[in-house]
């Protein structure tokens, strides 16, 4: 069962502009939220994380949001840079992480 | 610090043979879990090891086992091996028992393996 949807398989933005990726969940046991970011031949790596008690973090260009009551995730990206082209996925953590299918990002410069 | 290393990067078996695969952690880290790529199904959970035990398991089937060693390294055997195993194996290490806050998984660039 799929407890954490990606449901676009894509996304494509000019660079500079905002990204918005976005991710729910139907576990409400999870208790943290993380993003990990992909490039092609290589493991996912850690993007950024936010515990259920918070609903908003901030890492430099990156901030993730959480909306626990419509159990939503969104990871936004301000600016947009091509070096930011890569496959995006949410994962959340209860015993174990599950993560969603990804998302491809493209910015194009 | 090195980080997690896989091998073998690539692996091509034929139908109904048996795999391992192997997983050493960042130094440091005792807890390994392993994932199954695949296009469209993103990250799948397959189990997790901490100080040898295995603590989680996904949903497949026990022709998917594993186990780790005292030194953390871990391995992870498919046997009767099926097409549809065709996949990367990703494998990722953590410091603490499961994946919390301050402990995220740190993954290794995987085992490409493709059955035919």
């Known amino acids: 069962d799929q407890q954490v949807k990606q449901n676009s398989p894509s996304l494509s933005v000019q660079e500079g502009r905002i990204s918005i990726l976005n991710c729910d969940y139907t576990n409400s046991m999870f208790d943290y939220f993380l993003w990990y970011k992909k490039y092609p031949a290589e493991g996912p790596t850690f993007l950024i994380s936010i515990s259920s008690i918070k609903d908003k973090n901030e890492d430099g260009r990156f901030t993730v949001f959480l909306n626990k009551s419509a159990k939503h995730l969104s990871l936004h990206i301000v600016p947009s840079q091509p070096g930011d082209s890569a496959v995006y996925f949410c994962?959340?953590?209860?015993?174990?992480?599950?993560f969603g299918a990804g998302t491809r990002l493209t910015v194009k410069p | 610090k090195a980080g997690v290393t896989q091998t073998p990067r690539y692996l091509i078996k034929t139908r109904g043979q048996q795999v391992t695969l192997s997983c050493s952690p960042i130094?440091?880290?005792?807890?390994v879990s392993w994932y199954q790529q695949t296009p469209g199904q993103g990250l799948q959970f397959l189990f997790e090891?901490?100080?040898?035990?295995?603590?989680n398991k996904g949903n497949f089937p026990g022709r998917f086992s594993g186990r780790q060693f005292s030194n953390s390294r871990s391995e992870m055997n498919v046997s009767t091996l099926e097409l549809g195993d065709s996949a990367l194996y990703l494998c990722a290490s953590s410091l603490g028992p499961a994946p919390g806050y301050n402990s995220p998984l740190h993954f290794g660039n995987g085992t490409r393996l493709t059955v035919t």
């Open positions: 090891y901490f100080s040898e035990t295995q603590r």
């Open positions: 994962a959340a953590s209860e015993a174990d992480m599950r």
């Open positions: 130094s440091g880290h005792r807890s």
